[in-house]
């Protein structure tokens, strides 16, 4: 067993996940030379193999990692070509022409602390004219009137009862922390890895092999190297745990176009009849593509349905990616970690991709090892990591499993087939009884479960009885407080278009 703390970590792969994870380790470990603990950061990344290329749209914990960082908000935007997200818009999602909106943050200011939404139902049983749920919700108010401010401090009021996160260049933000990472003393190779030695006193990771013959030896060895998982898989053999029965979509086609106006602040879901497609809008272009399930739909098929319904030129030909839903069983053997798609692949229906990345590099850093890799350090990783990945698959399979559109074969298999335990009690949970469960403290919160479990239209067969116990007009006179007041921030806020513009000339 070696002794001392980490002397080199290097990082495979130089993709979103590369350089999400080398930023807060070179700036945690790389300038603690004075102390005696230096701890080098080297990244390897390949030009020869590329990187996936995709992964535009985020959750708001991004801004908790570019903050984290020190990167401040407008170089940040104008760097990586970003405009503003408040959500997801779905449409044909549960039915054809449903439309809904899971925006981020809260419905408005509960009562005795019970759910907005929930006092919501209830009044709507009595008057059916009552507008939607969705007129309680800022983030969603914003989108549909195209708004955009950031959150403005004080008492608690519509003004900052949401939440937002972004959309942008995946390589432009490669390119953005690949220079902060470098800026804090870590290094970068470029090279093609050709073979990886292992101990063979005890299977560790000792050196990496470089297509011109150099060596390349570490402590810890982080797996970023995409859906190739060149040492998690390779080197280590960890399993793959196949999701596809639940989540049976397996591939994707993306393709840039021209951006038409006016500039969504959020992206956009549209069920098609074996997927759905997506759309980013960046400042200087449109992301679309189409996640599709093979057995369902052919490849030619999936292109006609991608390029015959964007709202721009297309820039460049659809290009496809191909993926097993699924996550590696353990994350962290030996002295290897997976972060990225080497550890796992979510579909991108609710953007956690990127969130599952951040999250990994920050329970690596609170797990940090010495050199003699405590056993109980990998598996603590992967107990939180496991639950981290199946609470976000469940709450996207929910997506699927609640659609009652039987126009095609690939939807009468997502409403018939079987789910997570979890989730089926969650869903038996708020149709019988009108609460959501929360399954997992740090995953989606209970105004985004009830946002994707209202929109496709699950109504409570009962309420819960305490909202009777509430003096119905003052629930009434609370409600339609708190709409006019969403109503009235809402329109004095600048358009998203203009506070980008603002935004570019600071
Ligand atoms: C269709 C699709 C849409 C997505 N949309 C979203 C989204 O909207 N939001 C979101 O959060 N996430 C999304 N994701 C996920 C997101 O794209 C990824 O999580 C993210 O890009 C991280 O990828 P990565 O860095 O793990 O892998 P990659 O980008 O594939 O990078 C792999 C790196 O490893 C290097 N490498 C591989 N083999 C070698 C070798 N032998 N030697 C040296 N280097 C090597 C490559 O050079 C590259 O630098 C999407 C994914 C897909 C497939």
Redesign the pocket.
Known sequence: MRNGNLRKIVI???????WITAAPLARMLCGQAEAGQHCQVTL????????????????PTIRFYNQMLGIGEDDFVRKTQASFKLGIEFRHWGRLGNRFFHGFGDFGPAIHNRPLWAYWLRMRAQEPTLPSYEEWSTATMMAAGMRFTTPQPGEQSPANAFNYAYHFD?SLYGAYLREYALGHGAQRIE????RVETSPENGFVDALH?SDGRRIEGDLFID?????A?LIDGAMNSPYEDWSHWLPCDR?L?VPCKRMDPMTPY?TSTAQSAGWQ?R?PLQHRTGN?L?YCSSYLDDDAAANVLLGSLDGEPLDQPRQ?R?TTGRRKQAWVKNVVA????SG?L??LE???????MDGVSRLTALLPDRSFQPALAAEFNRQMAYRYESVRDFIILHYKLGERDDSEFWRYCSNMSIPDDLAHQITLFRQTGRVAILEPEGFEEPSWASILLGLSVVPQRLDPYLDLVDPNLVRRHLMGVHDSISRTVRSMPTHASFLAEMGRR
């Open positions: 495979v792969g130089g993709g979103t996940a590369g390897i990344e390949s030009s020869e193999i590329g990187t996936v290329g995709v992964g535009e749209a985020t959750l995946a090279g093609t890895i050709v470089l970023c190297s995409g859906f190739r060149l994707a993306a992206t997506w980013i593509g996640v990616q993926f972060i990225g798609l080497s692949f579909e991108p953007s956690t991709s990127i969130q599952l990345i």
